[in-house]
């Protein structure tokens, strides 16, 4: 099962775009990547997924190297309401039934 | 609205005791899950449950049981024998098969402290 590296935390200031990598050296061929937020006391909730190149929404860009062994999650022009943990997700169907491994997550704090 | 209901907020129970979590979800998704949180930790998945009666172990299933009768309804029962289950639980569920192409949507947590 692929384990997933993060930084444990991260400073920013408002305005400011910010990229938080994912490392994921043994992603398996059927492994998607998946984003979340997370304010404390409360569940994460989901930013982004991807399993190749680019993907863009609304609120994020991921994106993922020809290898796949990492992962960037970009946020544009962050604000002091962005202060959160994020994890990066590694899933997919293993034998035997569905596997799941969060990181640790990554803690950015933005700044005024 | 629709969303996944976690109760109660905070549950306190003295060692020994068995103690069930509930979670309801009105998003009528097929799948359901059970996550463990510890300070400093990412999530830990427990159990998990892709279609009414059946469910599976996930990577921290020992002390813990739970059932699924209902399609809404998937709670989370913590044993006697947990070692350490004072922790943050979350529930969550997805449209189907697992988060892939499926994102997970969370409640808002039990936090279960054990005396």
């Known amino acids: 099962l692929a384990k997933t590296t993060q930084p444990i935390s991260m400073d920013s200031y408002e305005g400011q775009e910010v990229n938080i990598t994912c490392s994921h050296n043994n992603i398996a061929t059927n492994d998607y990547i998946t984003w979340y937020q997370q304010f404390p006391s409360q569940g994460p909730r989901f930013i982004i997924q991807?399993?190749?190149t680019k993907v863009t929404n609304e609120v994020a860009s991921l994106f993922i190297p020809a290898d796949r062994k990492s992962s960037t999650l970009s946020l544009p022009r962050v604000s002091l309401s962005d202060t959160a943990v994020y994890y990066c997700?590694?899933?997919?169907?293993?034998?035997?039934?569905?596997?799941?491994?969060f990181g640790a997550g990554t803690r950015l704090f933005v700044k005024a | 609205d629709g969303g996944i209901t976690q109760s109660p907020k905070y549950l306190f129970r003295k060692e020994g005791q068995n103690v069930t979590l509930s979670c309801e979800q009105n998003l009528n998704h097929d799948a359901m899950y059970w996550y463990r949180q510890d300070p400093g930790q990412g999530l830990r998945l427990i159990y998990y449950s892709q279609i009414v009666n059946d469910f599976q172990k996930g990577d921290i299933a020992e002390g813990y049981s739970v059932s699924r009768e209902k399609k809404e309804s998937f709670p989370l029962t913590v044993t006697s024998a947990q070692k350490n289950p004072t922790a943050f639980y979350l529930c969550a569920s997805s449209i189907g098969g697992g988060p892939i192409n499926s994102p997970l949507h969370f409640g808002n947590g039990t936090r279960l402290t054990v005396t």
């Open positions: 997700l590694v899933s997919n169907r293993g034998t035997g039934g569905f596997k799941t491994i």
């Open positions: 991807g399993y190749k």
